[in-house]
């Protein structure tokens, strides 16, 4: 913008006269203000390291001297560590695993405390959601106990003498235990107030047609509710490629994660740890690769099958119309 | 169920169904419940028993009260730990609230060129996994000397864009012509902001904070690398290091449970006193 002569004789003017002819751009420069402190914490604490990292995954680096250049060697590196497919093959193991458990139970719990023949539905609702709220580390810990072998609370209590944490093959399943137990009440949420939204019409009128409850859940509820549980899916299965936390301090042997138990972010860490920058950074962006994959196939997939499905709803229930009709 | 008998049904049969379908529900919900409890019963049971109480002893209830594992813990250094956790964590509540607030309102209220451009750019990034950047951080931080310090694990989560999206959603439901007004009025940004916005904000800034204070509560694989040692290191890093001193990699459960009720049962209290806006997070964001 230019000023005249004119308007730099008194600031006031200027000012005022300013603000006159380019509201835009003062706008402007207001909205800028007000987005720099999160634009500029974002820049420097984010989108740069993560950058950053892309870089060091083409370098040999540990952490001393300079970076040579590494071209690919070091994804090269990892695709044929048999360790990295274990990982891989962990992580997807833990995912899908306890999706298929955890998301249709939280849904089942969400139907049972809307309907209306169970009271005292804050309280229901806030047992439910109360491992939630309980530090991820401290309740694995917890697991720890439970599950610990011989002399776990688990064995103690059933008379048993399952190698929980010691078989990998079960302690698998034990961490699958420990995320549906966790996120049970996440989902159970998010599912309670999605159905607040289904109009009790619809319900009503199914109810007087003589559906029963599940028919309701299945065919009624359940496609109404289509775009929460692709939301929970796809969130779920993006938060899974980024899991950590509970297979290391549940299954964790004296510090150690075995490799067969390990979630793929392992790598990550542990490369980072022996000073590998390079290596850990391939891993970290293998990773990202991985969620991005994996959300674009859960999305697609789920509206491939969510059209078919839902016609196939469709005509079962037209089917069935014209049944009655005739 | 009355609607159905009326229309002809035997009475009986459905009336037996209807109180079937009932005790099964609650069933279920006192199974789940039962469930979901116990971890929390084990914390705290085990947390008043001896380390070697626990190991031999793990799901009955104490014989022999003790609080011996608290002061064993307290003797190991974890209140520090319990300190640390508090000053991460609620430091970093309060700025990135703030922040987030302050770009949402400019995204939503605001024209400015590269806008849209911009806020679609900062969600894209919403799926790259916190360890992605890891390797990136870790040289970045220590050229700037800030591995294990508290900045560490406070400055990068000061920007979170899940906050920034949840306050963007909510002011698109608040119509323009409120803050046009104010403007009208001879209103600065800033007072607009603090004086109408933030309050119209408030349920989501709430939710926004729980969630904020929730996930910091919990981060461990960030202090883990980034914030180990114990001056600075958080609750969550440091509890499952509890092992005996003399023994080396025997873990002492009577401590580690101690612990464990230090990590969970003050974010329960706050939970139980602010469930609306626990529960609000969690839908907010996410619906």
């Known amino acids: 913008m230019r000023i005249s002569p004119v308007n730099r004789a008194s600031s006031q ?3 005022g006269r300013r603000q006159g002819w380019h509201p835009r751009r003062a706008a402007s420069l207001k909205g800028y203000a007000f987005i720099a402190p999160f634009l500029v914490l974002f820049i420097f604490f984010s989108a740069f390291p993560d950058v950053y990292t892309l870089v060091l995954s083409f370098q040999h680096y540990a ?6 250049a590494a071209g690919i060697q070091n994804y090269d590196a990892l695709l044929h560590y048999p360790v990295f497919w274990t990982e891989l093959e962990n992580t997807l193991e833990y995912w899908v695993l306890h999706a298929v458990i955890l998301i249709p139970v939280a849904f089942v719990l969400a139907l049972v405390v809307r309907s209306w023949s169970v009271r005292g539905k804050s309280a229901w609702r806030a047992i439910i959601f ?5 530090s991820i580390v401290a309740v694995s810990l917890a697991f720890q106990v439970m599950f610990a072998s011989p002399n776990g609370a688990i064995n103690q209590l059933l008379g048993l003498h399952v190698a929980w944490l010691t078989d990998f093959a079960i302690t698998k399943w034990v961490v699958i235990a420990l995320l549906v137990w966790q996120g049970l009440g996440f989902w159970f949420v998010v599912f309670l107030s999605g159905l607040t939204s289904i109009d009790p019409a619809v319900e009503e009128a199914a109810m007087i047609d003589g559906a029963g409850a599940f028919r309701r859940a299945i065919s009624i509820v359940a496609p109404m509710m289509k775009n929460v549980f692709l939301f929970a899916i796809v969130i779920d299965a993006i938060t899974s490629m980024a899991l950590y936390t509970q297979p290391t ?9 075995d490799p067969s138990v390990a979630p793929l972010s392992s790598l990550v860490v542990v490369n980072l740890q022996s000073s590998s920058f390079g290596q850990s950074a391939a891993a970290g962006w293998l990773l990202f690769l991985l969620t991005v994959i994996v959300s674009v196939a859960v999305f697609g997939s789920f509206r491939f099958l969510g059209r078919s499905g839902a016609s196939r709803w469709r005509d079962a229930i037209g089917g069935r119309r014209a049944k009655v009709t005739r | 169920m009355t609607a159905a008998a009326g229309r002809g049904r035997p009475a009986g049969r459905s009336q037996t169904r209807a109180l079937l379908a009932r005790v099964g529900c609650y069933a279920l919900l006192v199974f789940v419940a039962v469930i979901a409890l116990y971890p929390l019963y084990l914390v705290i049971a085990n947390s008043l028993k001896s380390n070697t109480a626990v190991a031999l002893n793990p799901s ?3 014989a022999q009260p003790t609080v011996s594992s608290y002061s064993q813990l307290v003797a190991a250094g974890q209140l520090r730990s ?4 508090l000053i991460v964590a609620s430091t970093t509540t309060v700025g990135a609230v703030f922040i987030s607030a302050l770009a949402g309102y400019a995204f939503t209220k605001l024209r400015f060129p590269g806008r849209a451009v911009i806020f679609a750019g900062l969600i ?15 040289v970045e931080f220590a050229k700037l000397h800030w591995l294990n310090t508290y900045q560490v694990q406070i400055v990068p989560f000061l920007a979170p864009v899940f906050g920034l999206f949840m306050v963007r959603q909510y002011l698109l439901s608040v119509p323009n012509e409120i803050v046009e007004a104010a403007r009208m009025d001879g209103a600065g940004e800033w007072s607009i902001y603090w004086r109408i916005i933030v309050p119209i904000l408030r349920p989501v800034l709430a939710a926004l904070g729980v969630l904020e204070f929730l996930m910091m509560w919990n981060s461990f694989v ?34 580690i449970m101690a612990g464990s009720v230090l990590a969970i049962v003050p974010l329960i209290i706050v939970f139980l006193r602010y469930q609306r806006a626990f529960v609000s997070g969690v839908t907010y964001g996410n619906t």
């Open chain 1, 13 to 15: 003017a200027r000012a």
């Open chain 1, 63 to 68: 952490g001393y001297g300079s970076a040579t």
């Open chain 1, 130 to 134: 109360l491992p939630q709220v309980m």
């Open chain 1, 249 to 257: 301090v549940l299954a964790a042997t004296q510090g150690v994660l």
């Open chain 2, 60 to 62: 009955g209830f104490p």
């Open chain 2, 82 to 85: 319990f300190v640390n956790s």
């Open chain 2, 124 to 138: 894209a990034t919403i799926m790259v996994p916190i360890q992605t950047g890891i390797p990136g951080f870790y």
């Open chain 2, 222 to 255: 960030w202090p883990q690398v980034m914030a180990d040692t114990s001056n600075v290191a958080p609750l969550a890093v440091t509890l499952p290091t509890l092992t005996d001193r003399t023994l080396g990699i025997v873990p002492l459960y009577g401590e």
